[in-house]
């Protein structure tokens, strides 16, 4: 529906067109059509016929203005959760000891497997809306608590309704290889393949995936069946990303570069020549320091070798169950800052211009530029360093969609 043209000015715009450009406010003023810019710059410049037609004026009083927000690693479609396990390792069990008793992922699989679909949509809508409450306009939600393939494509399925019900650009993501399930134990080459070649084709051709993931490392799954995997998801002309390093680099870099993945993330363990190679392939390092302030690691990603290599970052929440029970972006960016080192304006241009590009998105997505969506925050603060200053304060004052103010 076409939406009127409208002025909006008296604002403070951090553009994030650049890692730059999301550290300061670079125009004042800009002019919505139909859901798209129109114009942008500082107001004194705006030609005096675009004003005339101008259908609406909206003066935002000094606010700032940035993109929406973008959460670009997210497993927010679960059922139950995992507080016990958190309190065992507070006692001093670890992660990977947890996971070898059954718990871990396959205890989420276990919830997840028994909610209908009117339940796991119930469970999983506070966390959306949580987030969107925060500004977030766009988000990638992954499969991966299924591990069969009417569950995978039921969450699936629910992400996508989720994104129908609140109106966020929903990107889903098959990470069917997140653990191998009970039915393949001890057969996980025979497991990578049937999703490879059963699984992956029926899901895309109902339409429900936008890319691919796996979970290689330690305990989890190999370089080699990461290929595997790629190699399906090539000949179906859909995305790849990884989670890699979180916990030992097993060679999935290598594996995810030579098939142009869109991101790695987590990336603790992550050596110079795999710095390089992200850096070649143009691949996003999504860095996720909620997981990393959970389980308590203390190997950060190398954050100053990416910037000196020129890889860039994105930021998420890593929502979860498990490890990152967070359905934050805000707190997301401002552990990005303090854990592992990020400037204020690569926390915003990680959460803007950096995560629309590791999830592929329409061009424009993650700026605010002529010619680009009109989907804006509009925030109780005065300069873009405040976003990852706050916690546990949203500053939001509105949210515009599509050139409409929420």
């Given amino acids: 529906m076409a939406s009127a043209t409208t002025l909006w000015r008296n604002a403070r715009i951090a553009t994030c067109t ?69 309190a065992e390792r507070q006692r001093g069990v670890s992660y990977e000891e947890i996971a070898r008793r059954g718990g871990g992922i396959l205890a989420t699989v276990r919830a997840t497997r028994a909610a209908n679909t009117d339940a796991l949509l119930a469970a999983s809508a506070p966390r959306l809306e949580a987030l969107a409450r925060e500004g977030v306009t766009a988000i990638e939600i992954k499969s991966g608590y299924g591990l069969t393939l009417e569950d995978e494509a039921r969450m699936l399925e629910v992400a996508r309704a989720l994104g129908r019900r609140y109106d966020i650009d929903v990107r889903t993501t098959c990470l069917a290889a997140h653990a191998v399930p009970p039915e393949f134990a001890g057969h996980a080459d025979d497991y990578v393949r049937v999703v490879a070649e059963e699984w992956l084709p029926a899901l895309v051709a109902r339409g429900l995936v936008d890319g691919v993931d796996i979970y290689c490392d330690r305990g989890a799954f190999t370089a080699a069946q990461a290929r595997v995997l790629f190699a399906a998801a090539r000949g179906l002309g859909i995305a790849v990303r990884m989670h890699a390093g979180q916990f030992a680099d ?62 860039p970052m994105a930021v998420a929440t890593d929502c979860n169950p498990g490890t990152s029970p967070c359905a934050s972006l805000l707190l997301a960016m401002n552990m990005g800052c303090r854990l592992f080192g990020l400037t204020p304006e690569e926390a915003l241009a990680g959460v803007t211009l950096q995560a629309a590009r590791a999830l592929a998105l329409a061009p424009g997505t993650g700026t605010l530029a002529a010619g680009g969506p009109a989907d804006f925050v509009v925030w109780n603060l005065d300069e873009p360093h405040e976003l990852g200053y706050w916690t546990g304060l949203n500053r939001r004052h509105a949210i515009v969609r599509r050139g409409v103010m929420r």
């Avoid at 030579?258 to 603790?268: G, K, N, Y």
């Fill in 250 to 311: 097993v060679g999935g870099i290598e594996v995810a570069t030579e098939f142009a993945a869109l991101s790695c993330d987590h990336l603790e363990e992550l050596s110079a020549a795999d710095i390089a190679r992200l850096a070649s392939a143009g691949s996003v390092a999504v860095l996720l320091p909620v997981a990393y302030y959970t389980l308590g690691q203390t190997r950060a990603p190398p954050v100053a070798a990416l910037r000196a290599a020129g890889v």
């Fill in 18 to 86: 650049s890692v730059a450009a999301a550290a300061t406010a670079g125009a004042d003023a800009l002019v919505t059509r139909d859901g798209r810019i129109e114009w942008l710059g500082y107001e004194r410049s705006l030609p005096a016929s675009l004003r005339a037609r101008c259908e609406h004026d909206s003066d935002l009083g000094g606010r700032l203005v940035t993109p929406g927000l973008i959460d670009c690693h997210t497993h927010l479609v679960f059922a139950g959760d995992r507080a016990a396990e958190f």
